[in-house]
């Protein structure tokens, strides 16, 4: 059974910094694409921050400077740093597992909240 458990949302002033995990289970993590995904209601799912099997990280420009992704395969985790946060950034935050080889599985984390506000 494939589990991705996303953790580290919350509320947080402008300005400050939140760090959110994503805790894979039941796949060759370092098979996987990574991704961090976020969705602001009514608005289509955004990615944000990619992090590929074979090393390659990329960013949505609004978080470039920002936001740093990073993987464990050891762990089988995936972090996403956020700093100076602005208000735009709050969205639900979803983690993304995609497999670099056929049949290319796609798995969701369940989303965490996070919250940018004064």
């Known amino acids: 059974q494939v589990q991705l458990v996303e953790s580290g949302g919350g509320l947080v002033q402008p300005g400050g910094s939140l760090r959110l995990s994503c805790a894979a289970s039941?796949?060759?993590?370092?098979?996987?694409?990574m991704n961090w995904y976020r969705q602001i209601p009514g608005k289509q799912r955004e990615l944000v921050a990619s992090?590929?099997?074979?090393?390659?990280?990329n960013y949505e420009d609004s978080v470039k400077g920002r936001f740093t992704i990073s993987r464990d395969n050891a762990k089988s985790m995936v972090d996403l740093q956020m700093d100076s946060l602005k208000s735009e950034d709050t969205a639900v935050y979803y983690c993304?597992?995609?497999?670099?080889?056929?049949?290319?599985?796609?798995?969701w984390g369940q989303g965490t909240q996070v919250t940018v506000s004064s």
């Open positions: 992090f590929t099997a074979g090393g390659t990280m």
């Open positions: 039941g796949i060759i993590f370092s098979f996987y694409d």
């Open positions: 993304r597992a995609k497999k670099d080889r056929w049949p290319y599985d796609v798995y």
